[in-house]
């Protein structure tokens, strides 16, 4: 009899969920009200057409504000999957502050973030001295061709960094000759 | 010839109606949405499998037995395609008149349980071989309750012909039908018809058949709860492992096509075949109404008619147990063959047999 309950208990619950699969549960973030009482209906989120709230807080994809950047390569040290890669130049001219007041002594001809290969650790932004290296709420970015993945933050165009690679290796020779002549 | 051609269609019309249903069910008592994109509601999601599965390559594996590999298939579906040939449809539709249904369709159906051992044997592969080791143990002990309910219902009605079973049961039937089977209560429901003279109406006990050949079917069928041969938590996916592309397709739809047949097969034996529910009270002569003479085209309308209604209800039921319980263990499903079911019905075919006998 405990059996034949069981079995009668099991087809109501099947039966009850499926006419009230007629409702649709809303997408909700769980600060908003009703998230913990509206428990029938369907779950799905039809995804590419809906997406579920996300915090404005949230931990997602990398961003690197540039302006603010004083190309200190902290991040890329600590990165523990080696995602982001940073070429540095010295600046041979004043390149500004960053908005904290900082003096920008380096430019960055290449600061690529692979998100393909990101583990989302947050370690990054943590040492970033000047938090130009954020997370934000964008998580809708996957792409056919792996190589779109590769994030490139530089603001130098190819020809504006050849320009400050060879005006650095200028200063620098320039230097080493002054060195140079002192010594003897 | 010509029953075969118009067999075919219609069963795969069937197997998609219900691939499609099973999906949207499923989906549906588990807070989902299903299939909703490929086409209006979903709807040529089927298609779209069986398109898939068509130009999926055909793998063989090399340890695989390359005939009996290939026969597999064809057998299975073969077995349950000849089953349809003496289903009744309306009156006087039938593909095979055959005097002997009864008995023909559970010889034939049982041939399935060799293609689906040659499958899992063939395959060479263990997950295949455990599977059809699993199919075989119960196809073969649940064939036992099956037959025996089947027996009540031909104890009952004196017959093994399928369509004679059917007249039995509504206002075309050429016997009196007494309420409950109970002569000594004097009422005579032949002309009232409906659900009145439905099988598990004229013979109370046999609604307990009912349950028993139901629960056996979905056994002999391998569907959920009773689809250990499959088991794809357990064993991959059974005998289907090694398979892929259109013979797995053929399985796909042997899998289905047996359901279909194990419920158009209850609704013949057990609920009324292709006659009305609606009885005839008074004035209002339902039953009438909703029955076509013989022969004649609204005769088929009608028959077919509830004949699918009552086929889609019990597919309906054969869902909703899928998605409801859990897979049995095999020292459970075997306890259930053996020891309640096996028993139940030896009980049952003793009991219409005497209530024929001193009541009717």
Known sequence: MATLNALLTGLKLTWRHMVQARHRRRAMDVRQPGFFTETTGDVTVRYPA?????????RYRLHNQMDDCIVCDLCAKICPVQCITIESVKATEDVGTTSDGTKKRL????????????????????????????????????????????HHFADLSPEQADEARAKAAEAEAAKAAAKAARKS | ????????????????????AERKVAAWMQD????????????????????????????????????????????????????????PVAPGVQASNAPTGVFYLLAI??????????????????????GALRAVAQIVSYEVPIGLAVLAVAVLGGSLDLQTLSYQQGILSPETNYLFGIKALGLDVTHVGGLLT?????????????????????????????DLPEAESELVAGIYTEYSGFRYAAFFLAEYAMMILVCVVASVLFLGSWNTPLPNLGPARLADWTTGAPGTVG?????AGWLTLKVLTLLFGQLWARWTYPRLRVDQLLRLCWKVLTPA????????????????
Do not use: H
């Open chain 2, 198 to 226: 439905w099988n598990i109406v004229r013979m109370p006990a046999l609604t307990v058949g009912f349950l028993i050949y139901y629960i056996a079917a979905l056994a002999e069928c391998n569907r959920a709860p009773f």
């Open chain 1, 107 to 150: 430019l960055a001809p290449v600061f690529d973030i692979d998100l393909a290969k990101c583990c989302y650790c947050g370690l990054c932004t943590t040492v970033c001295p000047t938090d130009c290296l954020t997370m934000t709420k964008v998580y809708d970015y996957a792409a056919v061709d792996i190589r779109e993945m590769i």
């Open chain 1, 50 to 58: 809906q997406g579920v709230p996300v915090p404005e807080v949230g």
């Open chain 2, 1 to 20: 010839m010509l029953a075969l051609l118009l067999t075919i269609p219609v069963l795969l019309a069937f197997v998609i109606v219900t691939a499609y």
């Open chain 2, 32 to 87: 989902r949405v299903g299939p909703d994109l490929a086409g209006p509601y979903g709807l040529l999601q089927p298609v779209a499998d069986v398109l898939k599965l068509l130009q999926k390559e055909y793998i063989r594996p090399a340890a695989a037995d390359p005939w009996l590999f290939g026969l597999a298939p064809v057998l299975v579906f073969g077995a349950v395609l000849a089953g349809f040939a003496v289903l």
């Open chain 2, 109 to 130: 159906v049982s041939l399935d349980v060799v293609g689906l051992l040659l499958a899992g044997w063939s395959s060479g592969n263990k997950f295949a071989v455990l």
């Open chain 2, 299 to 303: 005769g088929v309308a009608w028959g």
């Open chain 2, 345 to 360: 019905a030896l009980a049952l075919v003793v009991a219409v047999a005497l209530w024929k006998i001193w009541l009717g």
